[in-house]
C-alpha cells in the first residue's frame, strides 16, 4: 500500500503528558499537511511543510504543539503537556508540487484522547 | 469568517433515490479549487470530485455529478440512485493555491444516511 499511512491510530493519554504522532507521506509527494478534526466538525489545518521546510502554521498550533519532518520525508507532530481540549483526530495528508489541482491524500488520522 | 459552508447538518434517504449536498464558498482569490471529500465510519477522508475556479463546465463521473456555479458561490454535489455504502460525512473543501499554500478549508460537513 502506497498510500499515507499515521502511528499510532489510537492514543489514549493522561492530561500533562507528551505524545508524538508519526505520518509518512506517499513517497513522491513534497508537500505535507497536519489538520485536526474534532467531533461534529470539519477538519482544521494546523501546519504545512514543503519538503523540509514548515512553511506556515496555523494559530490554532499553540506553542504546546512543534512538527518536524526531517529530510522532507516523514513528520511528527509533538504535542507537550497535553490538555483535555487536544482531544481530536488529527490527520496527515501529503500532495504533490506537480499535480496542478494539489490534491491532497488523507492518512487514517490519529485519534487523541486526553484523561 | 467561515470559508466554506455546508447547511445541512444531516440528511436521510432511503436507498435509490437522488441526493444533493449544498455547499457554498467564499474567496476572493479568482484561482481557486474545490473538492469534495468522503469520511466514512473507518474516519479516513476519500477524495471524490475535484473542480477548479476557471472550468463551470458540470460533469457526471459514474453516480456522482457536481454543480458548480460561481455566480452563487456554489459547488453542489449529488449522488444519483443512493446506496447504503454511501452513507458516510461529506466534506466540501476549498483551496487557493496562490496565497495559502494549498491548504484546504472545509466545511462542518453533511452526513447522509441512506436506509434499505
Known sequence: DTGVSQNPRHKITKRGQNVTFRCDPISEHNRLYWYRQTLGQGPEFLTYFQNEAQLEKSRLLSDRFSAERPKGSFSTLEIQRTEQGDSAMYLCASSSEREAYNEQFFGPGTRLTVL | ?116
Open chain 2, 1 to 116: 469568517a467561515q470559508k466554506v459552508t455546508q447547511a445541512q447538518t444531516e440528511i436521510s434517504v432511503v436507498e435509490k433515490e437522488d441526493v444533493t449536498l449544498d455547499c457554498v464558498y467564499e474567496t476572493r482569490d479568482t484561482t481557486y479549487y474545490l473538492f469534495w471529500y468522503k469520511q466514512p465510519p473507518s474516519g479516513e477522508l476519500v477524495f471524490l470530485i475535484r473542480r477548479n475556479s476557471f472550468d463551470e463546465q458540470n460533469e457526471i463521473s459514474g453516480r456522482y455529478s457536481w454543480n458548480f456555479q460561481k455566480s452563487t458561490s456554489s459547488f453542489n454535489f449529488t449522488i444519483t440512485a443512493s446506496q447504503v455504502v454511501d452513507s458516510a460525512v461529506y466534506f466540501c473543501a476549498l483551496s487557493e493555491p496562490l496565497y495559502n499554500f494549498n491548504k484546504f478549508y472545509f466545511g462542518s460537513g453533511t452526513k447522509l444516511n441512506v436506509k434499505p
